[in-house]
């Protein structure tokens, strides 16, 4: 499991984003994931040297030479690449110091039931701890230092993700979930029955319906797990708490039984 944090250089707000590799592609989608959560894309983005996106830096000289894919990137969103120097600890303090307190404090001592479990924790843990806890440097709350930070960022203007868009329609199940790549995800339960727009881009599952956005959730990397956001079953009579959940086929063998088990306990023959 790999961990991509992008930490904010002013307020020190987050995102995370946990993906199975460490792919470019997984770096990508990590970085427009960023960019959607903060409404903005910053001037200068810090990176690490992954191979993924470096092909070459020189400790002495200090010359960069990034992917010819992640100069593309930053054309199209419009940032200035840099890389950190190697084995220089202090020019990347603070991405790695967010990783070290997301594994220590989100992740460590925790069990999941599912990676989609596992995805929604970081979510919401990013949101209502990480986002609100008073900051060891700056001594704030990052929710609170980055309404003066916000500003500084270019909007988005609806620009499309950099790789492929994928725009679909589902229709939402009794259940109060769609269908998406063998997983489920949930909406609110007044729209069973419409259609919906499903949009997925950089690591999210964006519903909409009627021209507003209806559910937002991670994208599951896991497959047949149903991803629940409970706020959509409120108002719902008989709704009871609700699981992640992993469906696993049952063996053929265990659907069928002899028909002389059925005469035992009916007590009689067929």
């Known amino acids: 499991m790999h961990l991509f944090v992008a930490t904010l250089g002013y307020s020190r707000r987050m995102h995370i984003r946990a993906s199975l590799r460490e792919r ?139 790789g492929q868009l994928r725009d679909l329609v589902r229709k939402v199940h009794p259940d109060c979930a769609i269908d998406l790549d063998t997983n489920s995800y949930s909406v609110p339960w007044r729209l069973v029955g419409e259609t919906v727009q499903v949009v997925v881009l950089a690591g999210r599952v964006i519903v909409r319906h009627a021209g507003e956005v209806v559910a937002d959730h991670a994208a599951c990397e896991g497959r047949r797990q149903r991803i629940t956001d409970r706020a959509h079953l409120a108002g719902l009579v008989g709704a009871g708490p609700i699981r992640d959940t992993l469906l696993v086929p049952l063996p053929t063998s265990a659907l069928l039984r002899p028909l002389a088990e059925y005469e035992a306990v009916a007590g009689g023959s067929w």
């Open 24 to 162: 470019q592609l997984d770096w990508f989608e990590g970085m427009e994931g960023t960019f959607l959560r903060f409404g903005g894309v910053p001037t200068e983005i810090l990176f690490d040297n992954a191979r993924a996106l470096v092909e070459h830096h020189d400790a002495v000289t200090r010359e960069v030479r990034f992917n010819a894919r992640l100069h593309a990137f930053a054309r199209y969103w419009g940032f200035n690449p840099k890389a950190c120097a190697p084995y220089r600890a202090r020019t990347k303090g603070k991405d790695e110091r967010g990783v070290g307190y997301v594994k220590r404090n989100a992740i460590a001592g925790r069990r999941f039931a599912s990676w989609g479990a596992f995805i929604a924790h970081l979510d919401q843990w990013t949101r209502e701890v990480a986002d609100q806890r008073v900051h060891g440097t700056t001594g704030e709350l990052p929710i609170v230092r980055f309404a003066d930070e916000a500003g500084a960022l270019r909007p988005l203007g609806g620009r499309a993700p950099f």
